[in-house]
């Protein structure tokens, strides 16, 4: 039996970031995947994108922090990432979409997000074609990009190696035990590890890992699908996203990536609950509809494939992280909501500190907002 510091089960979008914390702070972490290798769950379906307008204070934080570290990848370790800064922007259509972006908006400026609200005519020049009719303004935040799940997924999981870190692919977690106090043994169908701490970063299967210690986790994920187009020469800049709720989608996004691809992602009404990875024959007539009706000048583009993902769902919208009462040394790091990818970076670096025990003052306020002990009762406005 092998005894590490930290055991990590799930080499995905925070899986894996937290590996790389861990080893820049000199902690023997292993993490143990089912699958074949890094980010072959919901990371491989992620859109990309990375934002830091929320309207929780902890989300800011760690998306901050997050488009801190991506966007400063490739100048720190050479290694490219795809970032643009080609930032988020939700227009408005109606009063009341306009009056609940803006007093986000009054949130976000409290907390120093450079956000602002932009004309019709400004954000035209934004996004050209965009549909005018009754559009009221957007919101507009600059700073906010994207970057390849791939691409940055892998050059993590590298220097997590390189910073001797280890990985154990294609082996699947069957059990879990508690000894004493502080320390966990983690049978496997291939072996047998041991560590003083144990972090649940499962996505999917965060609830079943939790089974094994009888902790009721109360995450379920429900399905989204998404598509690409084949790449064309820039002619728009940031994420649209329209908040609009139809009768059978709640919202939908799309942008540009660094290759010229139209990315688009929709949220289904009501959630499709389960795991089921199979695209369907729904999806894009549904999804083109919305898109073309808000920006024509999309029409003529080619569909190149679709795929099926997860979000993690909590109640709220808002992840569990940190301690619980139950277990000394067993953490939680799961239901992101479909944005594990924007918070991962940031994540990691916050759950190293917790192992490392040098909290500070705003961590700990973060993870008191994240704590599986919440009420739940309070929905994240954009999640």
């Known amino acids: 039996m092998k005894n590490y510091d930290v055991i990590i089960i799930g080499a995905g979008s925070v899986g894996v970031p937290t590996a790389l914390a861990l080893a820049e702070s000199k902690v023997k972490a292993l993490v143990i995947d ?18 830091a ?57 409290s907390y120093g997000l450079n956000i602002k609200w932009i004309s019709p005519e400004e954000y035209a020049e934004l996004v050209p074609g965009i549909a005018m009719t009754g559009l009221r303004g957007s919101t507009y935040s600059p700073e906010d990009g994207s970057a390849s799940p791939l691409l940055t997924i892998t050059a993590l999981h590298r220097r997590a190696e390189e910073l001797g870190a280890e990985f154990r692919f294609n082996e699947t977690v069957t059990s879990i035990k508690a000894i004493g106090d502080n320390e966990f043994r983690v049978v496997t169908d291939k072996g047998e590890y041991q560590s003083e701490y144990l972090i649940n970063a499962a996505g999917n299967h965060a609830s079943e890992i939790g089974k094994m210690l009888n902790l009721d986790l109360p995450v379920r994920p429900d399905n989204h699908e998404a598509g690409i187009t084949e790449p ?22 799309f942008y540009q990536n660094y290759e010229g691809q139209v990315i688009f992602c929709l949220t289904p009404k009501p959630p ?22 808000l920006y024509p000048r999309l029409s003529n583009l080619k569909v190149r494939r679709t ?56 961590d700990e306020e973060i993870l008191s907002g994240f704590s599986l002990y919440r009420d739940f009762s309070s929905t994240e406005a954009l999640k």
């Open 34 to 51: 089912s699958l074949a290798s890094s980010g072959q769950g919901n990371n491989k379906k992620a859109i990309g994108g990375l934002r």
């Open 53 to 109: 307008t929320h309207s929780d204070i902890g989300k800011i934080k760690l998306g901050l922090r997050s488009i801190e570290i991506i966007s400063n990848w490739k100048e720190n370790y050479g290694d490219e990432l795809q970032w643009i800064s080609n930032g988020y922007s939700f227009p408005a259509y109606t009063d009341e979409d306009e009056k609940k972006l803006k007093d986000i908006m009054k949130i976000q400026h």
């Open 232 to 253: 064309v020469k820039r002619f728009f800049g940031p994420m649209v996203v329209d908040i609009r709720s139809t009768d059978d989608s709640e919202n939908f996004y």
């Open 272 to 293: 499709i609950w389960g795991i089921d990875n199979d695209s369907t024959s729904v999806f894009l007539p549904q999804i083109t509809k919305r898109m073309l009706t």
């Open 307 to 362: 795929w099926r993902g997860q979000y993690p769902m909590t109640q709220d919208g808002s992840p569990i992280l940190g301690l619980t009462e139950k277990y000394q040394n067993y953490i939680n790091a799961i239901g992101f909501c479909g944005q594990g990818y924007m918070l991962g970076p940031g994540v990691g670096e916050l759950l190293a500190r917790l192992v490392t025990k040098s909290l500070s003052k705003e």
